[in-house]
């Protein structure tokens, strides 16, 4: 069964609207696994306008499946995986000011630096994973920067997918194979959702993880938020 790690970073953008602490981000952190959530992502970025860093430090305590952080390996993002000790941090190229992530790493170009990133995670005791689009040459460069996983990003299989284009998916069942034979973990996210994600969990094999938090949250509001979690755990079986 392909895990489910959910990015509450939604949640933490709806508390900050209005300030003060509704919805409290630890309950629904909490919550999420008590409905069967196997893992809570965050993805702090340097404005802090939905994850802060102190949410990061709180949701230690609270986290009790798999912890995941993702960002951009900047000075103060590696010194707070450093200080969390989450078990998976997840690497993401993001510019700064991005409204969200939109594209992969060149691990060609980025290769020293990721690997350098990566040792010194790995030193810690912490997995890592990198954000890579479903392109041959850069699971290949994710390989050499010494990386645990790779994280595929499926914004263009889920945008193909809604236009009712399942050949969308074969680049990332392709990275997929490529990523087994390399013996990389595979994990994946971005724009998948209820409709989407059991034809993607299909057609990839050795999938271990996906993170998925807009549309969850988004289909929480008319579904509820406990029955949403499990209506993917099924579709992840």
Same mark, same amino acid.
């Given at each position: 069964?392909?895990?489910?790690?959910?990015?509450?970073?939604?949640?933490?953008?709806?508390?900050?609207?209005?300030?003060?602490?509704?919805? &409290?981000? #630890?309950?629904?952190?909490?919550?999420?696994?008590?409905?069967?959530?196997?893992?809570?992502?965050?993805?702090?970025?340097?404005?802090?306008?939905?994850?802060?860093?102190?949410?990061?430090?709180?949701?230690?305590?609270?986290?009790?499946?798999?912890?995941? =952080?993702?960002?951009?390996?900047?000075?103060?993002?590696?010194?707070?995986?450093?200080?969390?000790?989450? &078990?998976?941090?997840?690497?993401?190229? &993001?510019?700064?000011?991005? =409204?969200?992530?939109?594209?992969?790493?060149?691990?060609?170009?980025?290769?020293?630096?990721?690997?350098?990133?990566?040792?010194?995670?790995?030193?810690?005791?912490?997995?890592?994973?990198?954000?890579?689009?479903?392109?041959?040459?850069? =699971?290949?460069?994710?390989?050499?920067?010494?990386?645990?996983?790779?994280?595929?990003?499926?914004?263009?299989?889920?945008?193909?997918?809604?236009?009712?284009?399942?050949?969308?998916?074969?680049?990332?069942?392709?990275?997929?194979?490529?990523?087994?034979?390399?013996? #990389?973990?595979?994990?994946?996210?971005? &724009?998948?959702?209820?409709?989407?994600?059991?034809?993607?969990?299909?057609?990839?094999?050795?999938?271990?993880?996906?993170?998925?938090?807009?549309? #969850?949250?988004?289909?929480?509001?008319?579904?509820?938020?406990?029955?949403?979690?499990?209506?993917?755990?099924?579709?992840?079986?």
């Amino acid at each position: 069964m392909t895990k489910l790690s959910v990015n509450i970073n939604k949640i933490a953008t709806l508390r900050n609207a209005r300030g003060g602490n509704v919805p &409290d981000l #630890l309950k629904v952190a909490a919550d999420i696994q008590r409905f069967g959530g196997q893992g809570i992502t965050i993805h702090p970025r340097p404005d802090e306008r939905h994850i802060r860093y102190q949410d990061a430090r709180d949701l230690k305590a609270i986290v009790t499946t798999e912890y995941n =952080i993702e960002g951009n390996p900047q000075h103060n993002f590696i010194d707070l995986v450093l200080e969390c000790k989450p &078990d998976q941090v997840t690497l993401v190229p &993001d510019a700064i000011g991005a =409204i969200t992530s939109s594209a992969g790493w060149d691990t060609i170009k980025n290769q020293e630096y990721l690997t350098e990133v990566i040792q010194e995670f790995q030193r810690n005791g912490i997995r890592t994973s990198i954000f890579v689009d479903p392109v041959l040459e850069m =699971i290949e460069g994710a390989k050499k920067t010494g990386t645990d996983r790779i994280e595929l990003y499926t914004e263009s299989f889920a945008h193909q997918y809604g236009l009712g284009n399942e050949k969308g998916i074969e680049p990332y069942t392709k990275a997929a194979i490529l990523a087994n034979e390399l013996e #990389l973990g595979i994990n994946a996210g971005h &724009d998948l959702s209820l409709d989407n994600i059991q034809f993607f969990k299909q057609n990839i094999p050795g999938l271990l993880e996906v993170s998925i938090g807009h549309a #969850l949250i988004a289909e929480a509001l008319y579904l509820g938020l406990d029955n949403v979690v499990n209506m993917y755990l099924n579709k992840l079986k």
